[in-house]
């Protein structure tokens, strides 16, 4: 069994180096950090309500990455649904991945961002999770789950998948699961520039 073991983590260790190891600052000599990886998967029923999960791999390159990083935001509305990180990790340059105490470094609180357009509105909520130890060289590992419990609009699903940011995304995968009676209508905008 400790035989077993052995390689299983080996295996895990030659995944990570091959997987993470092209993501270096000589390759991105702009980026602070990296999306290496990031998925959502959201479903929906014919009445609107809809669960959406998430999950987004980063490497961090930088110092300025580090700091931007050591902080994951979800922000939501209770107006119309529920928001939670489910699972933080961090896996060092040597292959191992150390899960953080989420319930432990984790705040929600009101989101007054919008308070400079006039717009306050006390149920728009943000979970900060901090990330302790986080180094030059790590990769960040986030799952999150969305519930829209009251749509926007009755009867109605709509959501924006955003692909593109201000750091570099090499992959991104935005999935929907939509029943026959309310099927899936889409409409992508890509500015000229």
Known sequence: ??????????????????????????????????????????????????ESRSETVTKILTEKGRRSAGVFTLSYSKRYGTAEIEYVGVTGPGGVERKID????????????????????????????????????????????????????EGKWADIAV???????????YEVKAPARLPLRSKAVRNPL
Not at 163 to 173: A, F, G, Q
């Open 102 to 153: 989420v319930s432990a470094t984790t705040k929600e609180s009101t989101d007054n961002e919008s308070m400079s357009a006039n717009i306050y509105d006390p149920l728009d909520r943000k979970i900060k999770c901090s990330i302790p130890g986080l180094r030059i060289g790590d990769v960040l590992r986030v799952k999150t789950v969305r519930r829209t419990l009251k749509p926007r609009c």
């Open 1 to 50: 069994m400790k035989i077993l073991s052995l390689f299983v983590v080996s295996l895990a260790c030659t995944a990570y180096a091959a997987r993470y190891e092209d993501v270096t600052v000589q390759r991105f000599p702009n980026a602070d950090t990296v999306v290496v990886d990031e998925r959502e998967r959201v479903e929906y029923a014919p009445d609107g309500t809809s």
């Open 163 to 173: 692909m593109e940011w201000t750091h570099p995304i090499l992959k991104s995968v």
